[in-house]
């Protein structure tokens, strides 16, 4: 399975972005999904997962009531509405597919990533 980030782009603090990941060659309908980002000199951090039917999501604490995560109606696309952005949201951000079915908040729980989009912040 391949997946492709986009939406990334530069905003101005209390802006909105929306994250869009499309998977392609096998579907994840049957997996957990997740955000992930990481800043430069940082290492990569959980922003927010949502399970295989979206019955169950986590978010960071960092991001959570600004973010909000979401499945697609085909459930092979997943998307991050990012509202109320801070500068410290600058960052790439990477879509995974998880190795199974639930919400999952460790890197290690995915075994499929994207190439990331980047945000930018201004302040």
């Known amino acids: 399975v391949q997946l492709q980030a986009s939406g990334g782009g530069l905003v101005q603090a209390g802006g909105s972005l929306r994250l869009s990941c499309a998977a392609s060659g096998r579907t994840v309908t049957n997996n957990g999904m997740g955000w992930f980002r990481q800043a430069p000199g940082k290492e990569r951090e959980f922003v927010a997962s949502?399970?295989?039917?979206?019955?169950?999501?986590r978010y960071a604490e960092s991001v959570e009531g600004r973010f909000t995560i979401s499945r697609g109606y085909a459930a092979n696309t997943m998307y991050l509405q990012m509202n109320t952005l801070k500068p410290e949201d600058t960052a790439v951000y990477y879509c995974a597919a998880a190795r199974g079915a639930s919400v999952a908040t460790t890197a290690t729980s995915y075994n499929k990533w994207g190439q990331g989009t980047q945000v930018t912040v201004s302040s």
């Open positions: 949502v399970s295989w039917n979206g019955g169950a999501i």
